[in-house]
């Protein structure tokens, strides 16, 4: 068994704190991941200084300088994929498979951005006034909160941090509690890339150091992904001070499938979307709603092959549904279980508590049916490899169906007509749409994020983020 790491916060060159709290492995529980330290509000102030002290010289630095540092770690990153993959793995409990694609994933976004730090342009226009020259430029907006989740432990924290520095700010990141060991390994492929001290810094911590980032006044911004209570007291909070804030907040994200759909694909995409990463995705397909000619045949397919699905160790390569990431999260999706039998779903596939070789928290995918668009299961996000059927009738039914509910964050559709395709695209409310692919995987040079209670500020990600990440200054010139 791996000795495990311990962890300090990164604050400049300085790395206080006690490691004292363990974070166990959800594969094996009797495995320590690491040792981790518990920063509280004065840490985070002396994180704010720190990243506030370099961040005159990072932000008037060549784009060439924050150019080349991000690439360095793109390629560090790419270099030491597998064995990042499989800390990631063994302390947030996804697939060693997935837990190298996602190392991978953050390695893209570093290198995307690499490139967007040279490309941050402005206008020059023509004044109104004869003879007076009008010029726009962005500039950096200052020390930026980065408070992430456990779900995705290195491509969250990436695709914040890398346009953020990539734009001239400097940085203080929270990472989730479940998942430091896997931000503190970023930080430190940061710093061995040549990042300058206190442009990017660490702290570790439960959500009093979380609030402490938002109520700080020497933040300019905040950008939080998480749920959707707490970022509605992440808005809040920034709202009394006036900081930029940028929400992402889950989703429950519907998956329609249309009578003239092929069955086979329908079965295949539904799987991925719902039930991968165990299913800890905000944007998995929880809600399928499916148009009663293909019902029945759907249901039994999907569930023969739910039923099928290898549950075990993250490291097994023969896994391919990993544990929930902790045995609260566990708890949670067994209690939305029952709540679905207590309000009369039928347990298609899974529903039962797993038998491992290894003590973890380990929940069994499960397919619902017989469900009603107003029951909770359908209303609320459970973050589990759970999935719940509605039958429908039609288009119209389906669309009133997907757009029911409080979160718009992903949906699609599986159908061979363009027409309900276009059709399904206009009129859903949601911020990302899929036609004949999974709602969970997006690339990372494009927009991502929500509507309604799903997403809250600027998009995230890829030509987007520039936006959320910078602040324009229009200059008046009379030569």
């Keep these: 068994m791996t000795s495990p790491l311990t962890l300090t916060h990164i604050i400049g060159a300085d790395r206080p704190g006690e490691a004292a709290s363990e974070i166990r492995n959800p594969s094996d529980t009797n495995e320590v991941v690491a040792l981790a330290p518990q920063g509280d509000a004065a840490t985070v102030d002396a994180a704010v200084q720190s990243a506030a002290r370099a961040l005159p010289g990072w932000s008037a630095a060549s784009p060439e300088v924050r150019a080349d540092i991000l690439e360095r770690t793109a390629q560090l990153l790419f270099e030491r994929a597998e064995a990042i993959g499989t800390l990631l793995s063994r302390e947030e409990g996804k697939t060693l498979k997935e837990g190298i694609g996602e190392t991978l994933r953050a390695a893209r976004i570093f290198r995307y951005f690499a490139g967007e730090a040279l490309r941050r342009h402005g206008l020059r226009l023509d004044s109104v006034r004869a003879g007076v020259e009008v010029e726009t430029r962005r500039e950096a907006l200052g020390v930026i909160g980065l408070i992430t989740p456990w779900n995705f432990p290195i491509a969250i924290p990436a695709w914040k941090a890398a346009p953020a520095l990539a734009f001239g700010n400097t940085v ?16 430190q492929v940061l710093i061995e890339a040549g990042l300058p001290k206190g442009v990017f810094n660490l702290v570790i911590g439960r959500g009093d150091v979380g609030q ?59 799987l991925d979307g719902s039930f991968m990463s165990t299913g800890q995705r905000c944007t998995a397909s929880s809600r399928l709603i499916v148009c009663e000619g293909v019902h029945d045949a759907f249901v039994e397919k999907l569930g023969a092959r739910v039923a099928s699905l290898r549950i075990g160790h993250a490291l097994d390569p023969e896994t391919q549904i990993g544990p929930a990431v902790s045995e609260a999260q566990q708890a949670t999706d067994y209690r939305y279980i029952d709540i679905a039998r207590e ?12 038998e491992a070789a290894t003590p973890g928290w380990y929940v069994q995918p499960t397919l619902l049916a017989g469900t009603r668009s107003h029951q909770r299961i359908n ?24 757009n029911d509910g409080e979160f718009g964050l992903s ?10 395709a276009r059709r399904f695209q206009r009129e859903i409310r949601s911020g990302m749409a899929m036609v004949n692919l999974p709602t969970a995987g997006v690339d990372y040079h494009v927009p991502f994020g929500g509507t309604r209670g799903s997403s809250y500020g600027q998009r995230e990600q890829g030509f987007a983020a520039v936006d959320f990440y910078t602040q324009v200054k229009t200059a008046y010139t009379l030569p």
């Design 379 to 402: 209303q609320e996000e459970v973050f589990g490899p759970v999935a719940s059927v509605i039958r429908v009738a039609d288009l119209d039914e389906a669309l009133s169906v997907a």
């Design 172 to 187: 203080v990141l929270k990472p989730a509690g479940p998942t430091p060991a896997t931000a503190f390994t970023l930080a």
């Design 343 to 354: 309000d009369g779903a039928e347990v298609v596939a899974g529903g039962e508590r797993v």
């Design 411 to 420: 949906a699609g559709i599986v159908t061979n007509s363009l027409s309900a």
């Design 212 to 270: 402490a980032i938002v109520d700080h006044s020497a933040i300019a911004a905040v950008s939080f992904t998480g749920s959707q209570k707490v970022g509605q007291g992440v808005a809040e909070g920034c709202a009394r001070r006036l900081a930029r804030v940028q929400l992402e907040m889950g989703g429950k994200n519907p998956l329609v499938v249309m009578d003239d759909a092929d069955l086979e694909r329908a079965v295949e995409i539904a």
